[in-house]
């Protein structure tokens, strides 16, 4: 799939799909008038640009269309921080790399031994 970010409303969308594990532009739209009252026809419009964006699967069943992720949100965020990665490191060099570094302190002592656990293991796999 081609690196594509979604919008905030987007997110929220694919958010509830991926916490149902699958559902209907009713469903969506139900739960997002918790929060905002918000059209069908929005939420329907979204939905759509999911499916052609390649986040989603249409199902149709008798007259109802549900919907899934296509992937899970943990292969989306992995996919995201990734791209933004490499975009920091390609536009900015040693400098983002010793600003990251910098960073590491302000980091928890379980998520700082995590990151050096991984760099260790990456740097075995080479």
């Given at each position: 799939m081609a690196q594509k970010t979604l919008s905030n409303l987007?997110?929220?969308v694919?958010?509830?799909?991926?916490?149902?594990?699958?559902c209907c532009v009713r469903?969506?739209?139900?739960e997002l008038n918790k929060e905002k009252?918000?059209?069908y026809t929005t939420v329907a419009t979204i939905v759509k640009r999911l499916?052609?964006?390649g986040f989603i699967l249409k199902r149709q069943l008798g007259k109802t269309n549900f919907?899934?992720?296509k992937f899970g949100k943990e292969t989306y965020?992995?996919?995201?921080?990734?791209?933004?990665?490499?975009?920091?490191?390609?536009?900015f060099g040693d400098v983002a790399i010793a600003s990251f570094a910098e960073g590491l302190d302000d980091l928890s002592e379980d998520k700082r031994r995590?990151?050096?656990?991984l760099l260790a293991k990456n740097e075995k796999n080479k």
């Open positions: 987007e997110q929220k694919m958010n509830f799909i991926w916490l149902k594990k699958g469903e969506v739209v139900d009252k918000i059209a499916e052609n964006k919907y899934k992720a965020t992995k996919r995201i921080a990734d791209s933004f990665i490499k975009r920091f490191v390609g536009s995590y990151l050096l656990n």
